[in-house]
């Protein structure tokens, strides 16, 4: 069976059936992967729905350029929301935005914690997102991961919007500490959301982990060894992956 490309696409691309494609989208399918008239792809929105596509001129061309030939059935999400929070290492965000997205977390939150070096430019940010919706493309996800724009921990935990507080399992990865490991936490009671915070370079202040007790959320360990910065969002996104996919969710803890 042929493996066609995935195309991630905005919704307002789509227009009586046609795509609208980007000039980068052009170049990628007509000059980096060769595609002719007649040859198909699959355009995704990042919210759920898949269609398999038709190239109908040859690229670069006047809009429209593709036309949706149908609707296709695909399930590849995890049946729970997972936000991530992530303390902004000095390097590797890049990795973390890709492998996250690979693993299925629904969003993404860069946090600026007091051991924070890094202070992100709006350049940065659309990269991050740029590399959310490539890595969704190759994993093939269904949705694209929301990344919000850099914000404070104390803000993270005033905003009971941001990340639904009060309906969420939370967990704040600590380094240090007779804690709790995560794995066992989850596995210990059904779960409706999971809200996970990893720490950055020298890990939380212990004010910090206070203030995420105070707002909630449960302290846990994942491991004995001491994790990089780089490396805790990704061992904590296997641990709640293996326990989401591995276990039968109850209908009524369902996402809808």
């Known amino acids: 069976m042929v493996q066609l490309q995935r195309i991630a696409i905005a919704p307002t691309q789509i227009s009586n059936r046609h795509i609208n494609l980007t000039a980068e989208q052009q170049h990628y399918l007509g000059r980096v992967l060769r595609l002719q008239v007649g040859d198909r792809f699959i355009a995704i ?27 296709m059935v695909v399930q590849t999400e995890l049946p729970v929301e997972v936000r991530l929070g992530v303390s902004l290492p000095k390097t ?16 993404i939150v860069p946090i600026i914690s007091q051991r924070t070096v890094l202070k992100p430019s709006p350049q940065k940010l659309e990269r ?13 996800r269904q949705i694209i991961p929301s990344i919000v724009d850099p ?9 009971s919007h941001l990340f639904s507080l009060s309906t969420t399992h939370q967990y704040i990865c600590v380094a240090r500490g007779s804690l709790p490991h995560l ?11 999971v809200t996970l915070l990893t720490g950055p370079e020298g890990g939380w202040t212990t004010a910090e982990v206070e ?22 969002p990704i061992v904590a996104l296997s641990y709640v992956t293996a326990v989401l996919e ?11």
């Open 151 to 159: 914000i404070s921990l104390a803000t993270v935990m005033e905003d």
């Open 45 to 71: 929105d990042g919210r759920g729905h898949w269609w398999r596509a038709e190239l109908e001129v040859s690229l670069p061309a006047p809009s429209p350029q593709a036309i949706i030939l149908e609707a």
């Open 92 to 107: 590797g965000f890049d990795d973390i935005v890709r492998y996250s997205t690979e693993l299925g977390v629904s969003q």
């Open 211 to 232: 203030m995420a007790i105070a707002a909630g959320f449960l302290a846990v360990s994942l491991g004995k060894r001491i994790l990089r910065a780089v490396t805790a």
């Open 246 to 256: 591995s276990s039968p969710i109850p209908e009524d803890h369902l996402s809808v």
């Open 128 to 140: 991050w997102r740029r590399i959310a919706r490539e890595a969704a493309e190759q994993s093939e």
């Open 183 to 193: 794995l066992n936490c989850m596995k210990s009671s059904p779960l409706d959301s």
